[in-house]
């Protein structure tokens, strides 16, 4: 299957500052990409989804301004959290879709923990 | 729209037993299913997927599952299951490509009780 990788895979930061996380597709084009969200002991809740080239569509609750979302290339895209706060801290999971691919392709994770 | 029932949060299960988790889900259109499995702070590990065709799919580390189209249900089994199976199940939906965005149940938590 394709290789997905995300960075970083945990941080740890201060409230209020911002968090960027880096989803990259290692070897295949990734058209569309999907953020989703997993608190402790729970299921993943979809963010967001976002096409190359185009504005994220967010998920009803998600806040668009808090959760930054940049596709802005094939093989790149990024969720910045806005002003961190503790009740932001998370697992954070990108997951890439594109041409030829029958499924979508989970990266590793970034775990968030906003002090 | 769709969804997806885990009715078991929670299953033990002692070692060299079979077991099987259930899953349920709801559309109006055809779907793709999958199973994944997540290990204690890690990411996701694609079991297996029913994308069409047979409906006994069979996956990694002797997981298969059974699409049943009439009760709508997705159910894993394994015949005989090991320590190192302990983890947190997830079964999702997607509505037919890889495009679409994927619909997660809630988890099963499976231990495996020597």
């Known amino acids: 299957g394709a290789v997905v ?10 409230s ?19 953020w989703y969200r997993q608190f402790p002991k729970k299921s993943l809740m979809l963010m967001a ?22 596709h802005a290339s094939l093989t790149l895209s990024t969720l910045t959290v806005t002003s961190a706060h ?18 979508q392709y989970f990266g590793p994770g970034t775990r968030l923990l906003v002090l | 729209a769709q969804s997806v029932t885990q009715l078991d949060s929670q299953v033990p299960v002692f070692e ?11 559309s109006s259109v055809s779907v793709y299913l999958f199973w994944y499995v997540q290990y204690p702070n890690q990411g996701l590990q694609l079991l297996l997927k029913y994308l ?13 599952a059974e699409f049943n189209k009439s009760q709508t249900s997705f159910h894993l089994r394994k015949p005989s ?6 983890a947190e199940y997830f079964c999702a939906v997607s509505e ?15 231990s495996v009780i020597p």
Do not use: W
């Not at chain 1, 209020?16 to 990409?33: H, P, Y």
């Not at chain 1, 503790?86 to 499924?103: K, N, R, V």
């Open chain 1, 5 to 14: 990788s995300q960075h970083p895979s945990r941080v740890i930061c201060k």
């Open chain 1, 16 to 34: 209020g500052t911002s968090v960027k996380i880096e989803c990259r597709s290692l070897d295949f084009q990734a058209t569309t990409m999907f």
């Open chain 1, 49 to 70: 989804t976002s096409n190359e080239g185009s504005k994220a569509t967010y998920e009803q609750g998600v806040e668009k301004d808090k959760f930054l979302i940049n």
């Open chain 1, 86 to 103: 503790p009740e932001d801290s998370s697992f954070y999971i990108c997951s890439l879709a594109g041409p030829y691919q029958e499924t």
């Open chain 2, 16 to 26: 060299e037993a079979p077991v099987e988790l259930r899953c349920n889900y709801s």
């Open chain 2, 52 to 64: 069409s065709g047979s409906t006994l799919v069979k996956g990694i580390n002797g997981f298969e």
């Open chain 2, 81 to 86: 299951v090991h320590i190192s199976d302990t």
């Open chain 2, 96 to 110: 037919g490509t890889s495009y679409d965005k994927v619909i997660f149940g809630p988890g099963t938590s499976l």
